[in-house]
């Protein structure tokens, strides 16, 4: 019990996080240029740039908190029943396309999940969460953040949620320097603990090392998605000794591989929806040069 509710702390510090650089940009950045009088130029601004910022930050917000909280009740993804070891639909294999699997163990038998209970074989791309106690659907990894496993289900709710908040830190960024820069010129003014200088100031600094990590994380996630990794396999792949120097058995081109989890309408691409995204995470289609009687599936 108590270890579950330690689970939650990382989550608790990114809400508190988020809700300390919301407060401090809409009381002390944006709210400040929206009470100007219309055309009025101060070195902070304008009334109709704080009401331009303000719309544009609270999009950002919105849809990163949407994002945020699919990403962290979505369940990523669970192997069916009809796998387990030992049922008929599972010794049938051969009958049912989709219980057949390419990822096999090195004496080429199926793999098997031997801590799930019961025990499970393993559809391609899935592998075991120690946290979550199971097997998860094209599992990519576990975030202490969210806490949950990135998987099927929530992969695309997990990329928009960095996507978003990668360009939300860049935006408030960017609109806090002239405050930042005029409360840094004027130092030599009396400022007590806690005032609007010292609240922008620290939110600017901390915000530049989020908005480091975030792009940098971001850009990595960009680049599994671009060639249909997930993290998993994109450490396996730098594991073997060499490299290996052929595609990724998933890779089906930039378009085929950004549909698998955006979805397949680019214009839901951004929203935090699964309204065009196809596939159960069962199996899922492979590049051609690996398999050239795969094709179509």
């Known amino acids: 019990?108590?270890?579950?509710?330690?689970?939650?702390?990382?989550?608790?510090?990114?809400v508190a996080l988020i809700a300390w650089c919301y407060w401090v940009y809409t009381t002390d950045i944006a709210l400040p240029m929206v009470q100007l009088k219309p055309g009025q130029v101060e070195p902070i601004g304008t009334h109709e740039?704080?009401?331009?910022?303000?719309?544009?930050?609270?999009?950002?917000?919105?849809?990163?908190?949407?994002?945020?909280?699919?990403?962290?009740?979505?369940?990523?993804?669970?192997?069916?029943?009809?796998?387990?070891?030992?049922?008929?639909?599972?010794?049938?294999?051969?009958?049912?396309?989709?219980l057949q699997t390419l990822e096999k163990k090195h004496d080429g038998s199926?793999?098997?999940?031997?801590?799930?209970?019961?025990?499970?074989?393993?559809?391609?791309?899935?592998?075991?969460c120690k946290m979550l106690g199971r097997c998860v659907l094209k599992m990519d990894h576990f975030c202490p953040w969210l806490n949950n496993c990135i998987g099927f289900y929530n992969h695309?709710?997990?990329?928009?949620?960095?996507?978003?908040?990668?360009?939300?830190?860049?935006?408030?960024?960017?609109?806090?320097?002239?405050?930042?820069?005029?409360?840094?010129?004027?130092?030599?003014?009396?400022?007590?603990?806690?005032t609007m200088e010292f609240r922008v100031t620290l939110t600017y600094l901390v915000l530049c090392l989020l908005c480091a990590g975030l792009v940098c994380f971001f850009g990595f996630h960009t680049y599994l998605l671009a060639f249909n990794y997930t993290t998993i396999e994109f450490l396996e792949k730098r594991g073997c000794n060499p490299p290996p120097d052929h595609k990724n058995r998933y890779d089906v081109g930039a378009w085929g591989n950004v549909t698998a989890v955006l979805g397949s309408n680019p214009l839901v691409w951004i929203l935090p929806v699964r309204w065009t995204c196809?596939?159960?995470?069962?199996?899922?289609?492979?590049?051609?040069e690996w398999y050239p009687s795969a094709k179509g599936r």
């Open 1 to 14: 019990m108590c270890r579950s509710l330690c689970r939650w702390l990382p989550v608790l510090f990114v």
């Open 49 to 98: 740039l704080g009401i331009a910022y303000l719309i544009a930050f609270n999009c950002l917000f919105g849809l990163g908190m949407i994002s945020f909280v699919c990403a962290i009740f979505t369940d990523p993804g669970r192997i069916p029943e009809a796998w387990a070891v030992g049922s008929e639909d599972a010794a049938e294999a051969a009958l049912y396309p989709q």
């Open 110 to 128: 199926r793999r098997v999940c031997r801590k799930s209970k019961p025990n499970m074989y393993k559809p391609d791309r899935a592998h075991f």
């Open 156 to 194: 695309k709710f997990f990329y928009l949620f960095i996507m978003y908040m990668a360009s939300l830190t860049m935006f408030m960024l960017v609109t806090m320097t002239p405050t930042f820069v005029h409360d840094v010129t004027s130092m030599d003014e009396v400022m007590i603990d806690f």
């Open 278 to 288: 196809e596939g159960d995470g069962l199996s899922f289609k492979l590049n051609p």
